[in-house]
């Protein structure tokens, strides 16, 4: 079972809410029927500002259920339309922390994979050159520190592929703390993986400005190697 935490509101105005998502947490609903983000968000709305009937809530990206970090929901018709676009044309820019088995040959670099995800299996194989439907993924990472048995890495994924992340790194020897999907040896106690959406970046769908929000995990490796990104 999941750690369950409550999120946390990171930023809200009229057109959007971003919200700290705990791993543990769907973004939207699956078969399990658990609560969600979404649900959790609309509730907030509901209460704090009192709205009668249903509220419009919807979420412009997903994190895996493992995942925690930054999510952004829109809270109009109009927000949502401006923000998928955004994401359609590459102008949102996404960096994540995660934690990883070992150190990457290069303290930086790029990964550039071929990937298909197993509906079935809900599992991703990378593999290095174009096969079959695999849809091209690719992203940045840098090494931040190194401790005993682990790395932490920045990543900056500059596309938005199922499972991305995981199995990208994964495909180095890598792979995320606790992510047993993806080669780690052991999962974490409370079933989370080390991989965390700390910051976004993104012109306002209806203010036009550029804005920048950042969220930090709790976690107790590498605390002051993250500590010392937010300043």
Known sequence: MLAVKDPQVIYEDN???????????????????????????????????????????????????????????????????????????????????????????????????WLYKDGQKNLVKAYKKPMGSAKEAELDYELLGHEDKHSLLKVMPKTGRSHQIRVQLASMKTSIKGDLKYGYPEANPDKSIHLHAFQISFVHPVKKESVTFTCTPKWREFKHQIDGLDR
């Open 15 to 113: 057109h959007l809410l971003l919200l700290n998502k705990p791993s543990g947490w769907l973004v939207q609903g699956d078969k399990t029927g658990d609560k969600t983000l979404t649900d959790w968000g609309r509730d907030y709305i509901k209460k704090k500002y009192d709205k009668p009937g249903e509220v419009f809530l919807h979420p412009t990206h997903r994190l895996d259920r493992p995942v925690s970090g930054i999510t952004v929901f829109a809270r109009t018709s109009k927000a949502l339309e401006r923000m998928n676009k955004l994401f359609r044309d590459d102008k949102i820019q996404k960096t994540y922390l995660a934690v990883v088995k070992g150190k990457p040959e290069n303290d930086q670099g790029k990964l550039i994979h």
